[in-house]
């Protein structure tokens, strides 16, 4: 995969805006997409505006980038687009939403087992083996 300037620029902002590394948010295979559907949403000169100035303190954006920085950590977070008509990017965005990793859990409903299995009783994790150290002394 071949990576643009803008690319690498939003993947710089996008881990300034999640707090998650390059490699997590790359991890997640939605990089391009996300770019995609940012450049869509915010116009090409919002997204380009943004980030240039998501170099410096994001404390310092204006109300209108500051909309667009949340705009793309919601992204993010949920796999959907906030504003101004919400829509959910893709299944797989959904499933590779930050929120989850965050929480430390699978999104709802894609983890084997799925819809309803939190109705049964989780099964005992499998015990250790057993088995003898060759470094243990045998008092045979």
Do not use: C, N
């Not at 300037?5 to 996008?14: K, N, Y």
């Not at 500051?66 to 965005?93: D, I, K, N």
């Not at 430390?104 to 409903?109: D, E, N, R, S």
Request: net charge negative; hydrophobic share 40%; proline share 9%.
């Amino acid at each position: 995969m071949q990576t643009t300037d803008e690319t690498a620029d939003f993947m710089v902002l996008s881990k300034k805006l999640t707090g998650f590394d390059v490699a997590t948010l790359r991890g997640t295979g939605l990089a391009e997409t996300y770019l995609a559907v940012a450049a869509e949403q915010l116009s090409r000169d919002r997204l380009g505006r943004l980030l240039e100035a998501g170099g410096g303190p994001l404390g310092e954006l204006d109300d209108d980038l500051l909309s667009a920085a949340r705009a793309l950590t919601h992204l993010w977070y949920t796999g959907s687009w906030p504003e101004p008509s919400p829509f959910v990017v893709s299944a797989r965005a959904y499933a590779e939403g930050l929120v989850w990793k965050a929480a430390g859990i699978a999104a709802p409903a894609t983890a084997p087992g799925g819809y309803g299995s939190w109705a049964a009783s989780p099964s005992a994790p499998p015990s250790p083996p057993t088995s003898r150290s060759p470094f243990r002394a045998d008092s045979r």
